[in-house]
């Protein structure tokens, strides 16, 4: 088992930056891949982008690449997703995730088999 602890929303205006943040702690997780996902009201939840564990190789959704870096301490078994440049359309609950990585992207919700419990993300215009 995996459990991820999500941490970090909060309310900023356009054009501002925050950092989210997943703490990972359980069963040895070097071989996975950790995602962020985020989900608007009334829509589907989308891939954000994902950091391989063991590599620090990364990949990023279009709509947020130049704008979000993803990364993660492995001294402190965490993983962030700083966000930069925020825009009214990056308002969403944002999910942590993880899972084995299948050695190709991995941009799909059923690709994931643990998850946080969200942090929500306002901005504003």
């Known amino acids: 088992q995996v459990q991820l602890v999500d941490s970090g929303g909060g309310l900023v205006q356009a054009g501002g930056s925050l950092r989210l943040s997943c703490a990972v702690s359980g069963r040895t997780f070097s071989t996975y891949v950790m995602g962020w996902f985020r989900q608007a009201p009334g829509k589907e939840r989308e891939f954000v982008a994902h950091?391989?564990?063991?590599?620090?190789?990364?990949y990023y959704a279009d709509s947020v690449k130049g704008r979000f870096t993803i990364s993660r301490d492995s001294a402190k078994n965490t993983v962030y997703l700083q966000m930069n440049s925020l825009k009214p359309e990056d308002t969403a609950v944002y999910y942590c995730?993880?899972?084995?990585?299948?050695?190709?992207?991995?941009?799909?919700?059923?690709?994931?088999?643990?998850w946080g419990q969200g942090t929500q993300v306002t901005v504003s215009s």
């Open positions: 950091i391989k564990w063991s590599l620090g190789s990364t």
């Open positions: 995730a993880a899972d084995r990585d299948r050695m190709r992207p991995m941009t799909r919700v059923y690709e994931y088999a643990y």
